[in-house]
């Protein structure tokens, strides 16, 4: 083999520290950026805060709006606050965008129930000031300062800790008690006594508050709750209903729960009533963060007949170097770039940089989504255009992969709610016209259809195919199953009522 020396020319991409530092910026979310910069805080002391950063449900209050697209005024945004400004309230842009089923029962065995005429709403201003309530308290604490007051020998007290501990998040016993007992003795006759005493423990457990605590399923934590309500008829045949027939109530089988209870319709109906009140959840509202709020990164206002897109100020950190530390440096002997600490200068320097970079390229972003969505702050969800990662970054000069970061975990808010960046992306339709509907507007539209059916008569995947062809809007039947699935809607022999 003859070897040969070649030179060849080439180019290739280098991502510096500093472009790694801004790519990855740009893509955390508002609460990974507040602990990014605790972090930098933290290790680099020549970095500093003018104020301090907040990241909570914020009283929208902001400076002087700033020029969509205008480099300097994101700058200004995220540096310094000139205080004279409008005051921007929260009511003005409404709540967060949650569909129906987002803080209601999740997809299980009780899916079905949740959805009954006449339940219980499951958000509401009631629930989240009672989620709020219990946030900071765990589920753990609040069953152990209940068990501070009961009179118990230690190894009983013992033995309730231990199942406290052993509850899952929604309030529920995922291990059997056997499982327990074999994980905590060494032989058969210590495993044995300790079966007896997580026996009587389990009992004094379901006994707490919030009722329905320490069940093993579904069924045996209705059953717990409805056994703490006031005796009658109703109360029985619901008891009968969530022992055994949960399936029939949530497929509304109304003739097999009359002949399997006995029952009659009204009473059936009375049952109904009861079960629809309870909590699948028991744990739910203990649950830390149950009540964080969405932050938005971006506020839209009308004025006159535009919209004005500017930063919350909220979320953008106001950093900058201590002067204290870089006048020290520059008098050192050798100056800033033999000290060791010239480096970490440096680095601050970048950080900033890139933080005004990230807040910029967010406002570049959300300004073009504006102008290319004007009918949805005009009208709504069912006036959203068809719109693509590529039409933005095309117009703006940047990749594809830029705006998906941007568009991540970033949120919006508006006079309609506060949604995420991505929700105003969406494929097309074709239309009878000629030109294409918005993915978003469909799945509005059909949400509307469903809300304004009739209960008794619920609306097919194919009847709301036809709903929607007569809209000029071509959409499978297969499409709209997609769509009304991706809503949780469910399907319509599950929405009929009883």
């Not at 008794?456 to 007569?470: H, I, Q, T, V």
Request: glycine residues 6%; charged residues 25%.
């Amino acid at each position: 083999m003859k070897q040969t020396l070649q030179v060849r020319l080439s180019q290739h991409l280098a991502l510096t520290p500093q472009l790694q530092q801004s790519i990855r910026l740009l893509q955390l979310s508002t609460l990974e950026l507040h602990q990014e910069v605790e972090l930098m805080l933290a290790s680099n002391p020549l970095l500093d805060t003018e104020e301090e950063f907040i990241v909570s449900a914020p009283e929208l209050a902001t400076n002087a709006p700033a020029e969509s697209g205008s480099e300097s005024s994101s700058e200004a945004d995220t540096g310094t606050d000139s205080g004279d400004g409008p005051e921007l309230r929260a009511e003005d842009f409404g709540g967060t965008e949650r569909e129906d089923w987002e803080n209601g029962t999740e997809r299980d065995d009780f899916d079905g129930i949740r959805e009954l005429p006449g339940s219980a709403p499951s958000s509401g201003d009631d629930g989240e000031r009672e989620s709020q309530e219990f946030a900071e308290t765990t589920l753990a604490e609040h069953l152990t300062q209940q068990l501070a007051g009961l009179s118990l020998s230690p190894e009983d007290r013992m033995a309730m800790q231990v199942l406290i501990e052993s509850l899952n998040e929604d309030g529920y016993l995922e291990d059997t008690l056997e499982e327990i007992a074999e994980a905590l003795g060494s032989d058969a006759d210590e495993r044995e006594e300790l079966l007896d005493r997580l026996r009587i423990a389990m009992c004094l457990l379901q006994s707490l508050e919030p009722a329905g605590i320490g069940a093993r399923n579904l069924s045996e934590c209705l059953v717990l709750q409805l056994r703490a309500l006031p005796k009658s008829a109703a109360q029985v045949v619901a008891i009968l209903v969530c022992k055994g027939h949960l399936e029939l109530l949530a497929k509304r089988d109304m003739r097999r729960l009359m002949n399997e209870t006995g029952a009659d319709e009204i009473l059936l109906r009375e049952a109904q009533a009861l079960i629809t009140q309870l909590e699948p959840k028991p744990g739910r509202r203990f649950a830390q963060g149950a009540a964080a709020a969405v932050v938005p990164d971006v506020i839209v206002r009308r004025v006159g007949r535009e919209f004005r897109v500017m930063l919350n100020p909220e979320v953008a950190p106001k950093l900058r170097i201590n002067e204290l530390y870089a006048n020290a440096l520059r008098a050192t002997r050798g100056g800033i770039s033999n000290s060791p600490l010239g480096g970490q200068l440096q680095e601050a320097r970048w950080f900033i940089k890139n933080i005004q970079q990230r807040f910029d390229t967010i406002l570049r972003v959300s300004t073009a989504i504006v102008e290319r969505q004007r009918g949805f702050f005009t009208h709504g969800a069912l006036a959203m255009k068809p719109l693509v990662l590529r039409e933005i970054a095309d117009e703006l000069g940047l990749h594809e992969s830029t705006i998906s970061r941007v568009t991540t975990a970033k949120y919006m808010a508006t006079s309609w709610g506060t949604f995420e960046l991505k929700y105003f992306f969406g494929s097309g339709l074709s239309t009878e016209a000629g030109g294409e509907a918005s993915s978003t507007a469909v799945r509005a539209l059909i949400k509307q259809f469903v809300a304004a059916e009739d209960i008794k008569k619920p609306l097919s995947d194919s009847a709301l195919a036809a709903m929607l062809d007569e809209q000029g809007i071509q959409c499978a039947r297969r499409t709209v199953a997609k769509y009304r699935e991706a809503m949780k809607i469910a399907p319509a022999n599950l929405r009929k009522a009883l």
